[in-house]
């Protein structure tokens, strides 16, 4: 089948496409966008985390066909591959990356619960980022990475993109 | 020549001791950094691994006609098609490539699949029909070692006995504590799957892009199976998804090959997370009985200690989990009398081999338990037995070994002692055994506190050549002086990178550090193991920058006149130790400077096969943990309210770094003690899957106080000591400890289950 969407801001398109793929399979294999990864493709660790429709999702129980017509935000739309965006910097800061494998799922979380609450206690942090798996950190260097990025964000908080939230060539923003 | 200046001297930014950012970080949150998983070429098709359901079982005939019939499937392999010696291991090659007559554990690669599609290839690796005659399993570590126990293995189901004998073995004392100990069979659980491409090359060879711990040692067992020469198989490390021990043997390194030469199309494997749980060795599973005895005052007077260790199907580094469990089995304390008996088993279960710990995890849990139960048999406080008893520098260890650097194990448990202990639980349901499924609002809840100490061993140990090499080149590239560092030694996510950089701009003076792909095209770095990369080859990146500094201050030297010994590499200048600047590097260097250094830590000797006695190990790394833990001693949950400890580093080369090996590593042992286990029933693994593997979450993690220490090594570089193991070998015992002493409950086994704590199992 023939999939189309909005992804990171742009129209595209995957032919061929059988109906039993993810979307998570159809962004690593057929878009060139293998920044949300595969750990576990059953939706236990959170390391595909993509935005659908602006919600948070496990991009490998999202069947391709699920997404024809739809808006998808992958770690890679985060940034016009410049300047980070404040939770990427903060992560990379903060020393939140170890192996690098779950951090596109945590940015892409920790990024929508900081548009939610700009300021969330630890317990609310833990609570948000729970479904996302990290083996390496012991998770004290991710939470340092939210508080710094949500301090930086509350200091200097960057305006709504005014044509949608998705525009790729920009920082989209809460 | 410049103009003369004089700049302060300081500290090299960027360099030794400094939390220098990751080089790859920013690839790493924006998506950029390519994973072994995210391999693509055009024109490569997905292989496909067909695995044994039996544990044991005698291959009769296989029909891979169906498979072939299947559109878009380019190959079928069996292990007949296996070109050079069918037989991969660690210490010792007795693993198949491909199962030829029989399978030893259920997941065994039996066939092998090329299509175009990885649904083609999983379907068509289903389509192929393997008859097979079941034949009875050995299952148990113990009974496996009985006379007329079936055979695993032709040469019988031990792999190594490793026995230790030390002082008086009919030493007697007035109190001894006994305990058994069982610890269950922990998985890796790295995120990045099993993966990666292999690329047919024109000259008949093949370049294998893969993520692994140790590209050389991968490299000479792919050579050997394919029976090609060295120089044809490359390979070159992808991106590593965690590693832990996981990624020691080989997994589709072969098979991807195979594939890649029969089809001359480059081949992308990726495992499922199920097929990662067959697809990789585990944690070994450990029945252990301890006894110990003291004087009345707590004086240890003899240490007692029988290990098994269930080492599955095959080999892969079971010997030297063997020799870890029994030459640092009895923990950190000074023992005059130690018998110790360390065993490794073949069966029929999954194969273990290497993780994060190796040995020491879990002998720590058995000493440490039978430490508490002495204390509390003598009426000591815990934690003053152990600082009675403590290691110190100068004491000989229980294989003759005098600790020559330092060994605070006083000083450790006193700072954990000393930490402040967190508040009494809120009125919050998520701070809560059981969180936000409401079992508790507080009814039936106790708080327990547990400590531990612990050592591991760094580096590879029992006489083993155990080195790096290093390739250190210094250039003028766009009017800047750059230092590009080459070295095979595999960064898994621990930051041996981000060590490199530091070390190559301390010793050289640079800022601009470039590190080199990770590949095979220079000497062996050794294993991402043990402990060993910062001290072996950060030792051989620092000894290949002075080796071009001593060239470059020989230039600099002939052309101002200074002698050598007078000048230093300083902000990318030479100068005299008083700061005065006497030449550029743009200047000086028209040529590439370059040196490479294969370096080597303090030789090991093998141990005495009867006293098990000898100079083992390189170094030693000493750690102490405070657990504290809510624990419904109603419904058997538990909550980890505070992780604290207090570990010897030698010397932060990377402090934020270092926190993040001990953050990590006492996750893993706060997992073991209360959650993971691969669960394995008459061979077979219940639980492939994160669904019902449980890792710890950011719910299950405490907030960490950690202090590191800083007594140099003497003989190590920069007075470093191995960081990443010690905090998984000391954070579960503390956990288990402090779970005892809420509950009252002597419990024996971990991972500790709710119905352990309730007595109702």
Sequence with gaps: ?174 | MTATSTRAPAGTAGGVGTSATRPDGTLKVTGDFAFSSDLWMDGMVWGSTLRSPYPCARIVSIDIGPALALPGVHAVLLADDVPGVNAVGLEHQDQPVLAADVVRYQGEPVALVAAEHPETARRAAAKIVVVYDELEAVTDARTALEPGAPLVRPGGNLVRHLKLRKGDQDARAPVVATVDFEVGMQDQAFLGPESGLAVPAEDGGVDLYVATQWLHVDQQQVVRALGLPPEKVRLTLAGVGGAFGGREDLSMHVHACLLALHTNKPVKMVYSREESFFGHVHRHPASMRYSYGAERDGTLVFAHAELVFDGGAYASSTSAVVGNGGTMGVGPYRVPNVRVDSYGVYTNNPPCGAMRGFGCVQAAFAHEAVMDALADRLGMDRVALRQLNGMREGDENITGQVIDSPAPVAELLQRVLDMPLPAPAENDLRSMPGGVANTTHGEGVVRGVGYSVTYKNVGFSEGFDDYSTARVRLEVTAGEPVATVHTAAAEVGQGLVTVEQQICRTELGVDTVVVHPKDTGVGSGGSTSASRQTYVTGGAVQAACRAVRARVLELASAATGHPAGSLVLRDGAVALGSGEVVAALTDLLTDAVTETVEWRHRPTDAIDPETGQGNAHVQYAFSAHRAVVDVDVEMGLVKVVALDTAQDVGKAMNPDAVLGQVHGGSAQGLGLALMEEVLVTDGKIRNPSFTDYLIPTILDVPPMIVELLENPDPHAPYGLRGVGEPPTVSSGPAVAAAIRQACGVDLRRVPIRPEHITGTS
């Excluded at chain 1, 576990?40 to 017509?69: F, K």
């Design chain 1, 1 to 174: 089948m023939r999939v189309t969407a909005t992804v990171n801001g742009e129209p595209r398109e995957a032919d061929d496409v059988w109906e039993g793929e993810s979307l998570l399979y159809v962004l690593r294999e057929r878009m060139g966008l293998p920044g949300s990864k595969n750990a576990c493709e059953q939706g236990e660790c959170g390391s595909c985390t993509v935005y659908l429709d602006e919600v948070p999702v496990c991009a490998c129980l999202v069947a391709a066909g699920q997404v024809q017509g739809r808006d998808v935000v992958t770690v890679e739309g985060l940034t016009d591959g410049e300047a980070l965006h404040p939770v990427q910097q903060a992560f990379v800061d903060a020393g939140a990356v170890q192996c690098g494998f779950c951090t596109p799922g945590l940015v892409v979380a920790a990024h929508d619960l900081l548009a939610r609450d700009p300021q969330p206690t630890d317990p609310e942090v833990r609570e948000a980022l729970a479904g996302n798996l990290c083996r390496c950190t012991g998770y004290e260097k991710i939470l340092d990475a939210v508080r710094l990025a949500g301090d930086r964000m509350r200091a200097t908080p960057t305006p709504r993109v005014d044509q949608g939230p998705h525009a790729r060539g920009r920082a989209w923003s809460p």
